[in-house]
Each structure stands twice: as structure tokens, then as C-alpha cells.
């Protein structure tokens, strides 16, 4: 299995994408800008998205998705996240104000996307894959994911702060390879981190230390224009855990 990732940045500008990871050929976890980078062949062939939460930078392009390649698939595009993130989609995107349902479009029998809810610590298996939902701690309803081969496993912890519930299950995976976190704030910026239910250096560091397994640590959301200020605060309070900063076409294999 390997995991491409497609956009990891908190914004936008020149090669900046916003998150979207893509894992075989077949499945997205989140729909940010990054989704942009696949051509229509690509595309096509996505038949799950895995959403954390409603925020737009992870959302942005499952409309043009869907809209781009629905007539050239043979069967829904199937959309995953807890219920409270379903009903925002329904509720303040697919409303026919925003962008048309396509749960009903060409017809309610045969639409081109469909709905799943999911929910946290139930694995969802595609295949040899497993994919399940972790908690996470932010402003709306969110979850991270832990997608995993059977060889190895990743966890991304989506948008989040402070996590205890995370950590228990995070330290119970035996064969966790890769751990992606977010850290969008620098450290002057601790108030609005917590404020925003974001993470910032310091902070990180805290949420860190209750890591009792060894994965690979990568740093994910950075706020544009303060990507070197918050990876040499990452090293200050957090060096002893040799994050990297995530990169786009970074390829994780498991």
C-alpha cells in the first residue's frame, strides 16, 4: 500500500496545496486543494474519500470531484465521515445553493455520490486495507485517520489540540510506522493554537511526550510564511523526536 500525499499545508500560494492524501489509486483521506494535482484519469478512478472533518481546506474540491468524473464512473463516489461532518456537507454544500446534491443527481437510485458515516474505533476494510477513524479535539465535530496495510500503519491526526484520547490508541498500535501531525501556529501564537484548537510548537512537544511507540514523525499544516519559524521551534522543543516537515508527493509505503 503506499499513501501519496497530494497537499499538506494550512494554505495557499505558488506550490502550496491543502490537505488531500491519496492512498493506492483508489482512496482519499480529505479533498483539499492538493486533489487538483491528479488528472481526470486519476480522478476517475477515486472511489472513497475519507473526510476528517467540514472545515474547507480539506473539503474544497469533493464538489468538483464529484461534478468532474460522475458520469464517467459506474458507481457512487462514496464519501466517509462522522454523522455531525455528513450532515454539514448536506446541510451547507450539496444544499442546491452552494453546489447541487449529487446524492440525487442523475436520480436518488443511481446518484453519483453517496454517504457513509463512520465512527470513531470502527475500522472500515477495503480489501487487505483498513482504514479507521481516531478521535481528534477541534472546533467542529473531527476525527483523524489509521490506515493500515496489515504490514504497517499511519496515523494522521487531522486538525487537533490537545489529545489524550488519541494517545491511548495511538500507543496500542503495534506495527504504527508513520505518525503525521499537524502544528499550524508558531509559539507567539500559543493563544490563538489553543483558541482555534490547533497545535503550536510548544504544544506539540507536550503532546509528544505521551508517545510511547517509535514511528516517524512528520509535521503537517504549517501556516504559509511561517514554515521555517515553526520547523526551528519544532526542533527547539520537540528535536528529540527528529520531526520532518511533510512535503507534497511525499510517498509513504506500508
Not at 141 to 164: E, I, K
Not at 214 to 236: F, R, S
Amino acid at each position: 500500500m503506499k499513501l501519496r500525499v497530494l497537499g499538506c499545508s494550512g494554505g495557499i500560494g505558488g506550490c502550496l496545496r491543502t490537505t488531500a492524501m491519496l492512498v493506492d489509486d483508489d482512496v482519499l483521506i480529505d479533498a483539499g486543494t492538493g486533489v487538483g494535482e491528479l488528472s481526470i484519469v486519476e480522478l476517475a478512478a477515486i472511489d472513497h474519500v475519507f473526510v476528517t472533518h467540514s472545515h474547507m481546506d480539506h473539503i474544497a474540491f469533493i464538489p468538483f470531484l464529484v461534478d468532474t468524473v460522475g458520469g464517467m464512473r459506474s458507481r457512487p463516489l462514496v464519501v466517509h465521515a462522522i454523522p455531525a461532518t455528513l450532515d454539514i456537507l448536506r446541510a451547507h454544500v450539496f444544499n442546491w445553493k452552494i453546489w447541487p446534491d449529487f446524492s440525487e443527481i442523475p436520480s436518488p437510485e443511481h446518484p453519483y455520490l453517496r454517504f457513509e458515516p463512520v465512527h470513531v474505533g470502527v475500522r472500515v476494510e477495503l480489501g487487505a486495507r483498513t482504514i479507521t477513524p481516531v478521535p481528534a479535539n477541534h472546533v467542529v465535530p473531527a476525527v483523524g485517520y489509521h490506515v493500515d496495510s496489515g504490514r504497517q500503519s499511519l496515523v494522521f491526526t487531522g486538525d487537533t489540540t490537545t489529545n489524550d484520547e488519541l494517545w491511548k490508541i495511538v500507543n496500542e498500535i503495534e506495527n504504527l510506522r508513520y505518525l503525521i501531525i499537524e502544528t499550524a501556529f508558531c509559539n507567539r501564537e500559543r493563544d490563538l493554537a489553543i483558541a482555534s484548537k490547533h497545535l503550536c510548537p510548544s504544544m506539540l512537544a507536550e503532546e509528544l511526550a505521551k508517545l510511547t511507540r517509535q514511528p516517524d514523525v512528520y509535521i503537517t499544516h504549517l501556516k504559509p510564511g511561517e514554515l521555517e519559524l515553526i520547523m526551528h521551534e519544532i526542533d527547539e522543543c520537540a528535536g528529540a523526536y527528529s520531526p520532518i516537515m511533510l512535503r507534497n508527493n511525499h510517498v509513504f509505503e506500508l
